[in-house]
């Protein structure tokens, strides 16, 4: 899952940012803020769980990939690989592909803790490193989708190395937060950002040069980068707020979270081959 960009401690700008450029900035933002990511969020996540979003939601609970047992699956932006790493213990065969040496790094350490390793690519989830129709079952949570430039590039890449009928879910944030400033507050209530601006958001140096990039996409957007990759809509899911749910990550928090959805998860179904 993604962390909170930093306004307060980075120029922002909203421009455009291609797919060189975006790699290069969230792959060194995410191996320098590794450590203080699994510092903040470790215990919410664990090591040997999958989790969907900071609503908290758990694939044990939900099924959304259906049963996996028997099952090839490939995590896109696996981050430390606790989901990747609870898929195994259901007896899927599980890759993991991030980024980020930083979180690679993470994730190595948590399988020597656990005893429970997975397959790790370090890779552009635009230049997956995998064969074709190789995997049952594609996933992402929170991670990969946000951050890149051509989420068609993607989500082509996915439905390349998913045999035809195969899985592919993945959670973003919902794009109607985008309107909302980026705080978990009261001020967070106040819509203040066009829903259709498309330009990304982005930290910069001060060369001006990214530092971290972020993507926005409307709900149609999404369909459509799916269906023009032969990828089907089965179900667009919008965990709501647990009951007692009371920690705040980034932007989601109880106050927004009993208001409007914070997360949208897509569960999709390549078409099979005729």
């Not at 799916?226 to 989601?252: F, K, N, Y």
């Amino acid at each position: 899952m993604e962390p909170s960009p930093s306004p307060d401690r980075a120029r922002v700008a909203h421009r455009d940012v291609r797919s060189a450029e975006a790699a290069a900035a969230n792959r060194a933002w995410w191996d320098a803020d590794a450590d203080d990511y699994h510092a903040e969020h470790g215990d919410f996540l664990g090591e040997t769980d999958f989790r969907w979003c900071p609503e908290g939601l758990r694939e044990a609970d939900a099924g959304l990939l259906g049963d996996v047992r028997g099952r090839d699956v490939v995590e896109v932006g696996c981050g430390s690989a606790p989901c990747a790493r609870w898929l195994a213990t259901q007896g899927a065969r599980v890759v993991g592909v991030d980024l980020s040496a930083g979180m690679l790094r993470h994730a190595r350490a948590a399988a020597a803790r656990t005893g429970v390793a997975v397959p790790l690519a370090q890779a552009d989830a635009e230049h997956l490193p995998l064969a074709g129709e190789r995997f049952d079952v594609a996933c992402s949570a929170f991670g990969a989708v946000p951050f890149v430039a051509s989420v068609e590039t993607l989500f082509a890449e996915v439905a390349r190395v998913l045999r035809p009928g195969g899985r592919w879910v993945f959670a973003v944030t919902h794009p109607i937060r985008w309107i909302f400033p980026d705080d978990p507050g009261p001020q967070g209530l106040t819509a203040t950002q066009p829903y259709f601006d498309r330009a990304p958001y982005v930290e910069v140096d001060d060369h001006g040069v990214a530092t971290y990039v972020e993507y926005h996409r409307t709900l149609g957007d999404y369909v459509r980068a799916l269906t023009a990759a032969g990828l089907w809509l089965e179900d667009l899911v919008e965990p709501e707020w647990p009951e007692g749910h009371t920690r705040v990550w980034g932007q989601w928090s109880p106050l927004r979270g009993r208001l409007f959805p914070g997360t949208a998860i897509f569960r999709t179904r390549k078409e099979p081959r005729r």
